[in-house]
């Protein structure tokens, strides 16, 4: 219990110091940014595809709110995942000094336990969406026939913290779940303006705008034997619609002197949409698993979008397989290691310039054993988001995540195996 809290303590000082850093991408200047799809688990080598899949011991799922009932009693579990990824960007606005862009950051960190034979439990930290963008334009003042040098710089982002119970029932054939979060951040966006007829030095204008707000996600799985050697599961989850408090601010500045501090531009609201999820897996002998994933969130018509873009309802599909190496050790099935592929394709939630912004790519991962307690996954991901029609910006991209899970006995009564 005492390696489990320093470590939980040691990883929490890290995210502070490294979580500060965010990905790029072009169309994060748009409603609430990139939103974060994966969960960087053990599922990012199959194209995140585990909606019906249970967490195995010293593997938390948790795409499915109800895959934490699968975890192994009376163990804490800690994990921590890093995710590295390095972008190229074609189009009509891309020169040779911009098109790369390469980031690293910690993507999840979770304390989680089964309490019980019906009741696990567990609480995390992710990133929720992520701001990071920078470009130039022209602009005209009104009343004015003169156009000056725009600068436009956009950061932040939001970050949820959760709660999550999953209870098994039914002879463990049925499992159900509950996650709690609670969504909060901020994006800063920046106009700064040059020009001799504006200033002798730059203008800059920063619109800072506040999110915070509870989301609910519920989720089953449903598991039973085909026959002697297969088996399947049937998985489900249902997000609910939230409304976001938001709450802006105003500062301009000329050169370092203040105009406006922090002026209080009213409040508001962003809502996130109803999501649903649904998937079904196939595993051969407990060795071969084949499971197939879909999502649709319903954003169309939900906020107010502008000339340049809207937002449309979102789905994505993914298929993945795992392969199981087990071994046999004291009479007893244990995994020493795994190896994964996956495939999906997505629509995003954002039209700009008529253009659905969408996704595909590949996956694959591997992972296992370091050493007692300690277990590793490592899986790598290349694809492509974006068009270069109607002057978008492509994006081809290679991402790399690596993740580590610790458990140790909380308690055992006496008994160190049941």
């Known amino acids: 219990m ?7 303590c040691f990883t929490v000082i890290l995210m502070i110091k490294a979580n500060a850093q965010n990905m790029n991408s072009p169309y994060s200047a748009y409603g609430v940014g990139e939103i974060s799809e994966g969960w960087a688990d053990r599922s990012s080598g ?10 195995t011991p010293g593997f938390l799922l948790n795409k499915n709110p109800a895959s934490m009932a699968g975890l192994e009693r009376s163990l804490g579990q800690v994990d921590l995942a890093l995710v590295g990824r390095s972008s190229t960007f074609t189009g009509t606005p891309i020169t040779s000094s911009n098109n790369t862009a390469k980031d690293l950051v910690i993507k999840r960190f979770s304390l989680s336990a089964k309490i019980n034979n019906h009741w696990a439990s567990g609480v995390g930290f992710l990133p929720f969406s992520y701001v990071s963008y920078s470009f130039t334009g022209q602009k005209s003042i009104e009343g004015s026939t003169s156009t000056y040098n725009g600068n436009y710089d956009g950061n932040g982002g939001l970050h949820q913290i959760f709660w999550n119970n999953a209870f098994a029932m039914w002879h463990n054939h049925l499992a159900m779940g509950l996650r709690s979060s609670f969504i909060f951040g901020s994006i800063n966006q920046t106009e700064t303006l040059s020009g001799s007829t504006i200033s002798s030095v730059p203008v800059a204008a920063q619109t800072s705008t506040y999110y915070n707000n509870f989301r609910f996600e519920y989720g089953a799985i449903y598991n039973n034997k085909l026959n002697k050697n297969w088996k399947f599961a049937l998985g489900g989850k249902i997000t609910t619609k939230t409304d976001l408090r938001t709450d802006q601010t105003l500062t301009v500045q000329e050169g370092s002197t203040v105009i406006e ?20 897996s196939l595993t051969n002998k407990d060795r071969s698993t084949f499971t197939v994933d879909y999502s649709f969130a319903n954003w169309s018509g939900l906020n107010a979008g502008s000339a340049t873009y809207s937002m449309v309802n979102s789905s994505r599909l993914s298929a993945g397989v795992q392969f199981s190496n087990q071994l046999k050790r004291y009479n007893m099935v244990a995994e020493k ?6 495939v999906f394709a997505g ?3 954002l039209q700009v310039k008529g253009q659905q912004i969408n996704e595909f ?4 991962g591997y992972g296992g054993f370091l050493s007692r307690g300690l277990n590793f996954h490592f899986s790598l991901e290349g694809g492509r988001r974006g068009t270069t029609a109607n002057s978008l910006v492509r994006e081809n991209y290679v991402q790399a995540t690596l993740a580590f899970s610790y458990r140790e006995i909380l308690y055992s009564k006496g008994r160190k195996y049941d």
Not at 337 to 342: I, L, N, R, V
Not at 361 to 364: L, N, Y
């Open 261 to 280: 501090n922090n002026k209080d531009m009213g409040t508001g609201t962003f809502s996130l949409p109803w999501a649903y999820d649904a998937g079904i």
């Open 361 to 364: 790519g590949v996956t694959a």
């Open 347 to 349: 629509q995003s939630y």
């Open 2 to 8: 005492r390696k489990l809290s320093v470590l939980a």
């Open 46 to 55: 199959m194209a995140n595809t585990s909606i019906s899949l249970m967490s």
């Open 337 to 342: 290691s795994y190896f994964q592929a996956g």
